[in-house]
């Protein structure tokens, strides 16, 4: 009996240890399990969420960014035009004429007209030569006084040639062909002005003549030589 009651005890005894050792791991796992849930938590990550605001700025920073793309490709595209040929401007057209000049006195001036002419266009370096040509005569004449000074106007402003020969020529020489003359005999007289000269005295006896003004005028560039200009007048010598 003494027997059966201690191998009863042991039985229990060890039937307890058994449920402490059981207890003790499913707290064991449980914890395990808290932990891995901790760790799960604090590395997980979402994606920011983007508000409507938000959206609407980086919108409009790509619309101006497309806008300055456009801008800058508009303005090398003008640029490539511009090199490749440039705008003339309408204030300035390219022309190879000579400037207009005047011989003027107190009461009348008559405008020349050009014969044989070298000029160059200095914006764009062309350069045009014309030889001799008829000279239309005009049906009145630059009425001048023996002895008076004419004055010389030229129509570009501060530019007035560097060297004038005044050369005249007696109408009786040469023969008229419909109202024009090809001036090729030698003058009955020469004047050779100063520098920058603005006037010309007619000391000629009275009479008709063809005065010729032989202007030179300064050459800008690789030319080597100077631009030449004849202008033909007629005046009568009172």
Request: one cysteine or more.
């Amino acid at each position: 009996m003494g027997s059966q009651l201690k191998r009863v005890f042991q039985l229990g005894t060890l039937l307890i240890i058994l449920m402490l050792a059981l207890a003790a791991c499913t707290s064991d796992d449980d914890a395990a399990s808290d932990d891995a849930s901790d760790d799960v938590e604090a590395t997980t990550t979402e994606a920011p969420v983007e508000t409507d605001d938000e959206a609407a700025d980086e919108v409009a920073v790509a619309d101006d960014t497309a806008a300055d793309d456009a801008a800058a490709d508009d303005a090398e595209a003008t640029a490539d035009d511009e090199d490749a040929a440039p705008a003339e401007d309408e204030d300035d057209p390219i022309t190879l004429d000579p400037p207009t000049i005047l011989l003027v006195t107190d009461d009348d001036e008559q405008e020349g007209s050009v014969g044989a002419f070298f000029w160059i266009h200095d914006r764009t370096g062309l350069a045009a030569e014309a030889g001799q040509a008829y000279f239309e005569v005009p049906e009145e004449s630059l009425v001048v006084a023996s002895g008076d000074e004419v004055t010389i106007e030229v129509d570009f402003e501060d530019y007035l040639p560097h060297e004038t020969n005044v050369m005249a020529y007696d109408t009786d020489e040469g023969e008229m062909d419909e109202d024009r003359v090809t001036i090729d005999w030698e003058p009955v007289e020469t004047f050779e002005l100063g520098e920058d000269a603005e006037s010309w005295t007619a000391d000629l006896e009275p009479g008709d003549y063809y005065i010729v003004l032989n202007t030179i005028w300064p050459t800008e560039g690789d030319w080597h030589r100077d631009q030449e200009v004849d202008y033909r007048f007629f005046i009568t010598i009172e």
